[in-house]
C-alpha cells in the first residue's frame, strides 16, 4: 500500500492534477486519498474524474472559524492520511489539524520563501521588482508561510511579466517540484 495523502484546494487545481499524474506513474510511492476544498474549486473535477472522494468544507456553513477549522480536520481525519498537502488552499490551518497532523502538512508557495508571503505572492513580488522569484515548499506552522523550508526553485522575471504570466512560468517548476519533495517524504 502507498501513502495516502488528503490534497486541500481552493482553486483550478493545476497543482493538484501534477500529484494526481504523480500518483499514477508506476511504482509511486502515495496516492490520494481524498480531495478537500474550502469552496467549489474547479480543481475539485480532476479528482471526481478519478473516482477519488471529495468534500467541500464551507467556512460559511458554520457559526465560526473553530467549528469550520474542527469541521476541516474531521473530513481530513476521515481519511486517515499520512501526509496532508496544501495545493493552492488559501486559508489559514487551524489548531485541530495543526495538533492531529503538525510535521506532517506540506504547502507550496509561489514566491521564495520568506519573500511575498500570504495569498498575492506573485503579485507582491512583481510589484516590489523583483527580477528573481520562484516557488517554496514549507512544512505548515500556525503562521503565514513561515514554517520550515524544504525546497526552493527560481524563476527570472521578464520585462514584459503580468501575474497570469509570471504564475505560469512559476508553476512550471512549483509542481515538479512538489511532488518530488512529496516523494521524498513518502520515501522516509
Ligand atoms: C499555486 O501556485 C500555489 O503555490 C498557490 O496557489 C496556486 C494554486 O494553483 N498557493 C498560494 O498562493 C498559497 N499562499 P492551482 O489552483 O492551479 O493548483
Known amino acids: 500500500m502507498t501513502t495516502?495523502?488528503?490534497?486541500?484546494?481552493?482553486?483550478?487545481?493545476?497543482?493538484?492534477q501534477a500529484l494526481l499524474a504523480a500518483a499514477r506513474?508506476?511504482?509511486?510511492p502515495f496516492h490520494?486519498?481524498?480531495v478537500i476544498a474550502d469552496r467549489d474549486a474547479a480543481g475539485l473535477?480532476?479528482?471526481?474524474?478519478?473516482?477519488?472522494?471529495?468534500?467541500?468544507?464551507?467556512?460559511r456553513d458554520h457559526p465560526d472559524r473553530e467549528t469550520w477549522d474542527r469541521a476541516l480536520a474531521a473530513a481530513v481525519a476521515a481519511h486517515d492520511p499520512e501526509l496532508v498537502v496544501l495545493a493552492g488552499f488559501m486559508k489559514l490551518l487551524g489548531a485541530p489539524l495543526l495538533e492531529t497532523y503538525g510535521g506532517r502538512i506540506l504547502n507550496t508557495h509561489p514566491a521564495l520563501l520568506p519573500s511575498?508571503?500570504?495569498?498575492?505572492?506573485?503579485?507582491?513580488?512583481?510589484?516590489?521588482g523583483v527580477?528573481?522569484?520562484g516557488a517554496t515548499v514549507i512544512d505548515v506552522d500556525a503562521g503565514v508561510d513561515t514554517g520550515r523550508i524544504l525546497a526552493q526553485a527560481a524563476v527570472a522575471v521578464a520585462e514584459d511579466d503580468t501575474e497570469e504570466t509570471l504564475h505560469a512560468r512559476i508553476k512550471q517548476v512549483e509542481q515538479p517540484l512538489l511532488v518530488e519533495?512529496?516523494?521524498r517524504r513518502c520515501l522516509g
Open 45 to 59: 473535477g480532476f479528482a471526481r474524474a478519478e473516482g477519488i472522494p471529495t468534500e467541500i468544507v464551507r467556512l
Open 116 to 128: 511575498f508571503p500570504g495569498a498575492h505572492g506573485v503579485r507582491d513580488a512583481l510589484a516590489h
Open 181 to 183: 519533495v512529496v516523494r
Open 4 to 16: 495516502p495523502l488528503v490534497v486541500l484546494i481552493s482553486g483550478t487545481g493545476s497543482t493538484l
Open 32 to 34: 490520494v486519498a481524498a
Open 25 to 28: 506513474e508506476p511504482r509511486a
Open 131 to 133: 527580477k528573481i522569484t
